[in-house]
């Protein structure tokens, strides 16, 4: 690093008056800095080494191992054959539905195997997620409007918002798989007599009710957060300038919530991308609702090494769909609080 020791520069200002006087940089400051900079990279190492060990190391095993083959019995012989290099074979095989043939080869998977599910799988996961983040999200808006306006029992208002939340998602599985029984709750206080876990549409709107149940207060503390940060003098602006409550929702609660509400919408798509638990106890992944995360865990019983293909052909899924939100939706949480930040100094 250069160190400038030397005679004091003297700037003349633009609009005149005294010269501006700037202070040599001295060397003892050039050393506090690089100490500085030493002793942050010591503090971060163990993060960053966490880091690579809890997140780089899975994601780059598992790549690697979905371009090898799983071992097991060769159908023409009938012995047992260790795996090897496949290639693309994996990718292949999941994305054009193809399943190894006894006499060599690769044939259409038959109807009911794993490898015929790979785009049922991947339909079933963008419907939940479409459905039950559309869901939530108005749901979740109206609760938070409700929630940020100030009147008696507001506290517990919000506490009991959270229970379902609070709830583990296997117990909410079970507790809706009772609701839902025949013999059930739902079908005794609406007098019907649905099988809502034995064909395919009532079981996946069974799915859809249960996780709008449980996840709609994490949409709606996140969008209450936004509309917190909603100076009332904007409000109260409006209103002397009359504005109608519909106009002041369109043109100040809308536009000034939109961060907290993209980013919302963000995390719970990131979020019912990987469903697994809730329709894996509530219906098995029977009657067309096996996600794409349920196909993983039914592979892995298996073969391990196709599991990190369909692994990582879901976790690219994700990765595009983020990038989206991210780069033309506007919900770009790092861009927001440097723009926030800049603007303090």
Not at 113 to 132: I, N
Not at 168 to 184: C, D, R, S, Y
Not at 300 to 313: P, V
């Amino acid at each position: 690093m250069a160190t400038e020791v030397g005679p004091t520069p003297v700037k003349a200002p633009a609009s005149g008056g005294a010269p501006i006087h700037h202070g040599p940089k001295g060397v003892g400051e050039d050393n506090k800095i690089l100490s500085q900079g030493k002793w942050a990279s010591w503090l971060l190492a163990p993060t960053i080494i966490a880091l690579a060990v809890v997140i780089v190391y899975p994601i780059v095993s598992a790549i690697v191992m979905s371009f090898q083959k799983d071992a097991g019995l060769d159908p023409a012989t009938g012995l047992f054959t260790a795996g090897g290099p496949a290639g693309v074979q994996n990718y292949v095989n999941w994305i054009a539905q193809q399943c190894s043939a006894p006499a060599g080869g690769t044939v259409a998977c038959p109807p009911g195997t794993l490898g015929a599910q790979f785009w049922s799988a991947t339909a079933t996961t963008f419907f939940f997620t479409v459905v039950t983040v559309a869901f939530e999200t108005v749901l979740g808006f109206w609760m938070a409007m409700i929630m940020a306006r100030t009147f008696k029992g507001r506290s517990m208002v919000r506490a009991a918002v959270l229970v379902p939340w609070a709830i583990p998602t296997a117990v909410t599985a079970k507790l809706w798989f009772f609701i839902f029984a025949f013999e059930g709750i739902a079908n005794k206080m609406f007098n019907t007599s649905i099988l809502w876990t034995g064909s395919e549409w009532p079981a996946k709107w069974a799915v859809v009710i249960a996780d709008v149940w449980k996840t709609t207060p994490f949409m709606a503390l996140l969008i209450l957060a936004g509309l917190q940060m909603i100076p009332a003098e904007v409000y109260e602006a409006a209103k002397v300038d009359g504005a109608t409550a519909w106009q002041r929702f369109r043109l100040i609660t809308l536009p000034l919530v939109k961060p907290a509400l993209m980013v919302a919408i963000l995390f719970r798509t990131l979020d019912a991308l990987r469903m697994f638990d809730l329709p894996y106890i509530l219906t098995g992944g029977a009657n067309n609702t096996t996600t794409l995360s349920i196909l993983v865990i039914n592979q892995i019983r298996q073969g391990f090494n196709a599991a990190a293909a369909l692994s990582t052909i879901t976790f690219i899924i994700i990765f595009l769909v983020a990038f989206i939100f991210v780069r033309f939706l506007g919900a770009n949480v790092v861009e927001q609080s440097g723009a926030t930040g800049k603007g303090k100094k």
